[in-house]
């Protein structure tokens, strides 16, 4: 009996596509190791669309979105996949300048990942613990965009705090008065610069990739209404 070579393929021949989409996916990047934490950082870090990173790092562009959102891998540290030996930067440019661009990770003969420490939350003298709720405000008040979980690592607060300091429930919201955090000796000048600075960043990469998502909602709009529609507007 010869067994054509081909019968093999007749089950999958008659299954329906997609049947077998969760074992063969379309694109996993085999390089990246920590594809969640690689995903944090490129948000972070770059203005590539969630499609370019979910490609890159294996995910689905649904999930990065969440990490985006801060609705998946929340506390995550970010890590750098350039430091890695796993992205270039010349890559991430490309990316950038063309979201259609698909990254290419570089190629690996050996990885050696480096332990990430995660870091808790700075401890505060009791003498200066009564101070942390001025600083607090001031946050509030001159950098809204620092997110509360740097502002909690910074001065060694809690994120239950800094929500009672923002609706006022705090016992001493009546004494509570915006204050420098260095002043008070709460960080350095350099720390909290470094913290301002990375949260404008972040701010600056999250409206433009706002920005961009608005231009293309809207060109689309435009593309479905027919010009018949914008001629008679014009001659009304």
Known sequence: ??????????????????????????HMTS?????????????ENTSLAFKQIADFTGLHPLEVQGIANEDVAKG???????????????????????ETY?????????????????K??????IARRQDRPDA???????HPEVPDSKIVKLIG?????????????????????????????????IELDAVVADAAAAKARTDARKAKEESKTLKGAQETVPAETYEQADEG
């Open 157 to 189: 607060t809690t994120k239950s705090t800094i929500e009672q300091v923002r609706n006022r429930t705090h016992w001493n919201s009546p004494q509570i008065k915006p204050v420098d955090p260095v002043t008070i000796g709460l960080c350095t000048q």
């Open 136 to 142: 607090i405000n001031w946050f509030l008040k001159n």
């Open 31 to 43: 390089n990246v190791l920590m594809p969640k934490a690689t995903a944090v950082w490129l948000i």
């Open 102 to 118: 698909v990254l290419k990770p570089l190629e690996q003969k050996r990885i050696d990942l480096p332990q990430v420490k995660k």
């Open 1 to 26: 009996m010869v067994v054509s070579p081909l019968l093999h393929l007749a089950p999958r021949l008659a299954t329906p596509p997609g049947a077998f989409a969760y074992l063969e996916p379309k």
């Open 120 to 125: 808790g939350a700075r401890y505060t003298p």
């Open 76 to 98: 995550i540290r970010g890590v750098d996949p350039i430091a890695g030996g796993f992205l270039s930067r010349e890559e991430i440019a490309k990316g950038e300048a063309d």
